[in-house]
């Protein structure tokens, strides 16, 4: 490796771009140690400032931040002629098909989905780099000594094609001949298309169809992740492949095309796909178990609140027994109280369904639903804690608020756990008869808002830091996971759980979901 390529590396920058510290915080700690110089912007404006300023090789750039959002910024880097080679990966927790097209059109090179996993994050950058590393290369290869060229590309692990401007290879480097499986004398005067590359059914590509066209006729440089070559003893072998116009005084006199063997990261990709699943199964168990826990900690004012219409029906029963023995029999008195039994057992099996529904376990479901329709029946469940601490809730639900596509039960899930902890904070306090007031709103065009507000006992000094982190309770016996599953409940929808100091003592929760 020449020496230019290896300052290369030495001062290559990543700029880190984030409106959330925590978010910015997790990439600092994934990426740190690495030989990188990382830089961080916390808006739109400020990695403008700062691209233009530092050259990175490579933005990790959030899409949702006030001001000018991620599309924009990365729109600007790639219209900016000095900023346009910077390498664009998104970072998001828009995780539609459609986000990501628009990320992809907006000039990114990788789209990932937030919440992220360390190890993808640092093989997604780790491969950007080198594809920048490579592209720098070749852009000096010209400049460089025939002998230094020489070496570098001998000593490369990709595969390295020189191709004339009718597509014939001129050169090939030992990893293209390893690859490919064909020597040197096998290669050289020969079409490119006629023995290195195939189409997916196999048969080979016409020049016409090829990425190598647009870079033989309009100096346009290419790139393709997922390819396949066809090695001399017929087997196929999956590569990315990247095709560079060369020129000479503006004229284009033929290409230089780099490939590699992707077997091995194809199956590194399956396995990361299938710890990423037990991940995500692992994250639903953990919620399910965070629901119980709740019901658990419940069930004594459930069984109170189903005893009552028991109670009620068996007495009814009672009633009706003696009423078949007497005469005349009064028809109207035992319809009357046959109407109370099934009442009563109405009421109990509504709540015993509530229950049932919230607890289930089941697949990820979007659906689309009124917010206040979801939020109502989470605080009929939550009533029945409510009076046990002898705490009321208010319910304010705003008028004409759009539609939106959630799961409700994970959804419900959060407002419960803010709902009961704000009873938990006031049933001791002396302003325990005001009650906690749960309001939903439109924030703004793409976002309704849910409010749980309580004047309790407020939030301890340290809660600004750590109010999200997993196990962190200030309670005697409380785990520390309600608002951490919370967190990444509200984040998978795209959304934001946020807190704030009441002004007139105790807390507000808030979490946000998109509206349609």
Same mark, same amino acid.
């Given at each position: 490796?020449?020496?230019?390529?290896?300052?290369?590396?030495?001062?290559?920058?990543?700029?880190?771009?984030?409106?959330?510290?925590?978010?910015?915080?997790?990439?600092?700690?994934?990426?740190?140690?690495?030989?990188?110089?990382?830089?961080?912007?916390?808006?739109?404006?400020?990695?403008?400032?700062?691209?233009?300023?530092?050259?990175?090789?490579?933005?990790?750039?959030?899409?949702?931040?006030?001001?000018?959002?991620?599309?924009?910024?990365?729109?600007?880097?790639?219209?900016?002629?000095?900023?346009?080679?910077?390498?664009?990966?998104?970072?998001?927790?828009?995780?539609?098909?459609?986000?990501?097209?628009?990320?992809?059109?907006?000039?990114?090179?990788?789209?990932?989905?937030?919440?992220?996993?360390?190890?993808?994050?640092?093989?997604? +950058? $780790?491969?950007?780099?080198?594809?920048?590393?490579?592209?720098?290369?070749?852009?000096?290869?010209?400049?460089?000594?025939?002998? @230094?060229?020489?070496?570098?590309?001998?000593?490369?692990?990709?595969?390295?094609?020189?191709?004339?401007?009718?597509?014939?290879?001129?050169?090939?480097?030992?990893?293209?001949?390893?690859?490919?499986?064909?020597?040197?004398?096998?290669?050289?005067?020969?079409?490119?298309?006629?023995? +290195?590359?195939?189409?997916?059914?196999?048969?080979?590509?016409?020049?016409?169809?090829?990425?190598?066209?647009?870079?033989?006729?309009?100096?346009?440089?290419?790139?393709?992740?997922?390819?396949?070559?066809?090695?001399?003893?017929?087997?196929?072998?999956?590569?990315?492949?990247?095709?560079?116009?060369?020129? +000479?005084?503006?004229?284009?006199?033929?290409?230089?095309?780099?490939?590699?063997?992707?077997?091995?990261?194809?199956?590194?990709?399956?396995?990361? *796909?299938?710890?990423?699943? $037990?991940?995500? *199964?692992?994250?639903?168990?953990?919620?399910?178990?965070?629901?119980?826990?709740?019901?658990?900690?419940?069930?004594?004012?459930?069984?109170?609140?189903?005893?009552?219409?028991? @109670?009620?029906?068996?007495?009814?029963?009672?009633?009706?027994?003696?009423?078949?023995?007497?005469?005349?029999?009064?028809?109207?008195?035992?319809?009357?109280?046959?109407?109370?039994?099934?009442?009563?057992?109405?009421?109990?099996?509504?709540?015993?369904?509530?229950?049932?529904?919230?607890?289930?376990?089941?697949?990820?479901?979007? $659906?689309?639903?009124?917010?206040?329709?979801?939020?109502?029946?989470?605080?009929?469940?939550?009533?029945?804690?409510?009076?046990?601490?002898?705490?009321?809730?208010?319910?304010?639900?705003?008028?004409?608020?759009?539609?939106?596509?959630?799961?409700?039960?994970?959804?419900?899930?959060?407002?419960?756990?803010?709902?009961?902890?704000?009873? $938990?904070?006031?049933?001791?306090?002396?302003?325990?008869?005001?009650?906690?007031?749960?309001?939903?709103?439109?924030?703004?065009?793409?976002?309704?808002? +849910?409010?749980?507000?309580?004047?309790?006992?407020?939030?301890?000094?340290?809660?600004?830091?750590?109010?999200?982190?997993?196990?962190?309770?200030?309670?005697?016996?409380?785990?520390?996971?309600?608002?951490?599953?919370?967190?990444?409940?509200?984040?998978?929808?795209?959304? @934001?759980?946020?807190? *704030?100091?009441?002004?007139?003592?105790?807390?507000?929760?808030?979490?946000?979901?998109?509206?349609?």
């Amino acid at each position: 490796m020449s020496e230019e390529i290896k300052s290369m590396e030495q001062d290559e920058k990543i700029l880190l771009v984030d409106d959330n510290p925590t978010n910015l915080q997790v990439l600092l700690q994934t990426l740190s140690g690495r030989g990188y110089k990382l830089l961080i912007a916390k808006d739109g404006e400020n990695a403008l400032r700062i691209a233009n300023k530092a050259k990175p090789a490579l933005l990790l750039l959030d899409i949702m931040m006030p001001g000018i959002d991620g599309y924009e910024v990365c729109k600007r880097l790639k219209a900016d002629q000095a900023t346009s080679d910077i390498a664009v990966i998104f970072l998001s927790a828009l995780d539609d098909t459609h986000d990501k097209v628009r990320g992809l059109e907006s000039g990114a090179v990788d789209y990932i989905a937030k919440p992220f996993q360390a190890e993808e994050v640092i093989a997604r +950058v $780790e491969n950007q780099l080198k594809i920048y590393r490579l592209e720098q290369a070749l852009a000096a290869r010209n400049r460089e000594l025939e002998a @230094t060229n020489q070496r570098l590309l001998e000593t490369m692990r990709e595969g390295i094609y020189e191709v004339d401007i009718n597509g014939v290879i001129v050169f090939a480097n030992p990893a293209a001949c390893r690859i490919s499986g064909r020597t040197e004398e096998e290669l050289v005067g020969k079409l490119l298309y006629d023995h +290195v590359l195939i189409d997916e059914d196999g048969t080979q590509v016409p020049l016409k169809k090829a990425l190598l066209e647009p870079t033989l006729k309009y100096g346009l440089s290419q790139t393709r992740d997922d390819w396949s070559g066809c090695r001399k003893d017929s087997v196929i072998v999956p590569i990315d492949i990247s095709c560079t116009p060369i020129l +000479v005084e503006g004229e284009i006199t033929g290409a230089v095309i780099v490939f590699r063997d992707i077997s091995e990261k194809k199956q590194q990709q399956e396995n990361l *796909e299938h710890a990423l699943k $037990e991940i995500q *199964e692992q994250k639903d168990k953990l919620t399910h178990m965070s629901r119980l826990s709740s019901m658990g900690e419940m069930a004594s004012g459930f069984a109170h609140e189903v005893n009552q219409p028991l @109670t009620a029906i068996n007495n009814y029963a009672q009633v009706c027994r003696r009423a078949l023995d007497r005469e005349p029999l009064d028809k109207a008195f035992l319809n009357e109280a046959m109407e109370k039994i099934v009442t009563q057992a109405q009421r109990a099996g509504g709540i015993i369904s509530r229950i049932r529904s919230f607890v289930r376990k089941p697949d990820h479901h979007l $659906e689309t639903v009124d917010i206040n329709r979801v939020v109502e029946d989470i605080v009929n469940l939550a009533e029945v804690d409510a009076r046990n601490n002898q705490v009321e809730i208010h319910l304010s639900l705003a008028d004409d608020l759009p539609q939106v596509r959630i799961d409700p039960v994970q959804i419900q899930q959060v407002a419960l756990n803010l709902i009961r902890n704000a009873m $938990e904070a006031m049933k001791n306090q002396p302003t325990r008869d005001i009650g906690v007031k749960v309001e939903t709103r439109r924030l703004d065009d793409r976002f309704v808002q +849910v409010r749980v507000i309580d004047r309790g006992y407020g939030l301890a000094e340290d809660a600004d830091e750590k109010m999200f982190t997993p196990f962190y309770t200030t309670k005697v016996d409380g785990m520390g996971i309600g608002l951490s599953v919370c967190y990444s409940i509200i984040q998978a929808h795209g959304g @934001t759980l946020q807190f *704030e100091r009441n002004p007139e003592g105790g807390t507000i929760f808030w979490f946000t979901v998109p509206a349609l």
